[in-house]
Nanobody, 115 residues
Framework: VQLVESGGGLVQPGGSLRLSCAAS????????MRWYRQAPGKERDLVAS????????NYADSAKGRFTISRDNAKNTMYLQMNSLKVEDTAVYYC?????????WGQGTQVTVSS
């Protein structure tokens, strides 16, 4: 299992970013996927999750109305569209899946929201 995030960067408050998570080494279309984030000195928190076919999506309260999780099973890729970004969204964002009762993580992508 390999998960590779991309799309992070520096953005001003109110801006947008789209994160991608490219997956390989497992049957991507058969597994739910999740985005987590971890700010400096804080725990890693769940941001959003999506079912294997994309029909069920859930969001942390902090993400509702601003973030959209999606996936393209033909491309083995998951996305996180982030709009109206706030300073407090600054964190390393990780994609995650559980395969065979094991947690797998990407290396993370840094999102910095600052003026």
């Amino acid at each position: 299992v390999q998960l590779v995030e991309s799309g992070g960067g520096l953005v001003q408050p109110g801006g947008s970013l789209r994160l991608s998570c490219a997956a390989s080494g497992f049957a991507f279309s058969s597994y739910g996927m999740r985005w987590y984030r971890q700010a400096p000195g804080k725990e890693r928190d769940l941001v959003a999750s999506i079912s294997y076919a994309g029909g069920s999506r859930n969001y942390a309260d902090s993400a509702k109305g601003r973030f959209t999780i999606s996936r393209d099973n033909a491309k083995n890729t998951m996305y996180l569209q982030m709009n109206s970004l706030k300073v407090e969204d600054t964190a390393v964002y990780y994609c995650n899946t559980i395969v065979g009762l094991r947690n797998f993580w990407g290396q993370g992508t840094q999102v910095t929201v600052s003026s």
